[in-house]
């Protein structure tokens, strides 16, 4: 079960390795590597191979079908239609006031400058299945790539069920607006939407979550295709002090221990005694838990529970850890808020476990892991857009800014870029 840290150790144990965490991944690094150089240069028939390595069974198609697509609408509950499609609303509600309009930023007779948003034409959106089926994973990448008016959305999936993927994912992709599903999944899922093979269309841009495989996978074609984050294993830090609930903190951090024998989960506490109370709630309601195995591995392998001096001091190791999820379960959990500098989403209160974001509120789930909160931040409308420059300047507004642009290009010895603009200037001299 979670083991206690001082926060010394924890440093020393959570932050500090993270760099070393990484060498030890060197070998998920060397099959990834193995894998994509033999489908960049193979295509089809290296896919085919790692697909029955990897997950057993080669589908008779990669693509789900037209008629694959309609039959799985009749195989699910109208219960869950009208679940996912208040989902779909709720996030879409969300995602739609990040949405950017292309801007003037100088608009005067002599200078004219500005940024053009355009979306990215071609999307892969990664949906992880090996151990679960994540249908919410599938709106939460689709519907802002949707909104941002992505020509082409191209979702691939494991197939789990032999040659069928989960119906429920593809009537979410559905929902979401995913135009072709593919039965493919880990490294050889990205690495066939990063360069193609015979039968598939390179992508421009990868994104989603997947366990350390798909990862790793993304990091290395990353530079030939764009990818969102590293969306890895699923974390959750909790702070929380002797009004909290230990029944609730124990609920959210099986939660998220559930996803993955690699998920990390963290809780920092002013009180001992809420900390004995969680861990015997951890205990028991790992009992009756369906994935009550991949959860204790979590939790007794990748969690750690710090007693920290003051809500403070958790907060200055929060920021150091950088969590994918933070939940602040305290008094008055708004005025808190402004001492979060690193995380990738923040659940405020009592009332607002992880799983309601993860599922139905509307912003994202796809939240950057491993401390790289630090620099990044979770999936939105902005990640399927490109943002483009563009500038007019007038005759005589060459003329005003010549001379500084000439001295500039001598100090950096480019005499050519000096002569660009003394040409225009002569010219307009001589006329
Ligand atoms: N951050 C998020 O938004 C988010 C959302 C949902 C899930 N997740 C995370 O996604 C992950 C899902 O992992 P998963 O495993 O269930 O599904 P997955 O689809 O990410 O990975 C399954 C694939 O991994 C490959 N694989 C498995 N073992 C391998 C091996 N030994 N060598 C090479 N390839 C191998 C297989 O090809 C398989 O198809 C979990 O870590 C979960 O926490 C994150
Ligand atoms: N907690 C995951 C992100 O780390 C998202 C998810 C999907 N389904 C359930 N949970
Ligand atoms: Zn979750």
Redesign the pocket.
Known sequence: MIRNYSPEQFINNFIQCRYKEKSMQEE?VN??KE?IKSIRLNGEEALKE??K???GIVPKQWEVTKEERELAWKNISNEIVVTLKKAAKNIKEFHKKQLQQSRFMDLSEDIISGQLFRPIERVGI???????C?P??VL?NAIPASLAGVEEIIMT??ARMGERISPILSVAADIAGVDKIYK??????IAALAYGTETMQAVDKIV????????AAKSLVFGDVGIDMI????EVAIIADENANPTFIAADLIA?AE??V??RTFLFTTSEKLLSETKLELIKQCECLPRREIAEKSLEFQSASVIVDSIDMAFDLVNQLAP?HLEIQLDQPLTYLNKVKNA?SVFLGYHTPEALG?YFAGP??????GGTARFSSG?SVDDFMKKTTFLYYSKAALENASKDVVTLANQEKLAGHARAVQVRIQENKQM
């Open positions: 998920i099959i990834a894998v790692y697909v390595k990897f997950d990664y949906v992880p299945g090996g151990t679960a994540y919410s994973t939460m999936t494991p493919i999944g880990g490294i050889q899922a989603g979550p997947g366990n350390a495989y798909v990862a969306a890895g294993p699923s998220q996803h993955d690699q998920a994918e990738g993860d994202n789930h796809v939240l950057p892991t999936l």
